[in-house]
């Protein structure tokens, strides 16, 4: 379960849709603006997830999508399986492709 985003990441989340312009998620929602969030576990995109679940509970926009590319470089099974039961707690859809091997060219 995902906890509550904390009062003090939703101010900081409302400082930037100000900054941004504060009609910008009543015009997501008239727009039925579509939301499509490559997600790789970083921090990066964790607050970006933060920013659309906060954007979803509070402005009602559109249900994000969230996409998962493993490349297949390196065996990080245990963490790709966190990473799946973590996001499956946003009820966002979600896609995880993994990359079955991968080829070089070498020169």
Do not use: C
């Not at 100000?18 to 576990?41: A, D, V």
């Not at 906060?54 to 966190?82: A, V």
């Amino acid at each position: 379960m995902i906890p509550e985003i904390p009062a003090s990441i939703s101010n900081h989340f409302e400082s930037m849709l100000k900054r941004m312009g504060n009609q910008l998620p009543k015009e997501w929602i008239k727009n039925k603006t579509k939301f499509l969030l490559s997600y790789s576990g970083g921090k990066d995109s964790s607050i970006l997830l933060l920013f659309l679940k906060y954007l979803k509970d509070k402005y009602q926009i559109e249900t994000p999508h969230l996409f998962y590319l493993s490349h297949g470089i390196r065996d990080i099974q245990n963490q790709e399986k966190e990473l799946e039961s973590y996001i499956q707690n946003f009820e966002f859809s979600f896609h995880i492709v993994k990359k079955k091997s991968q080829n070089y060219l070498l020169s």
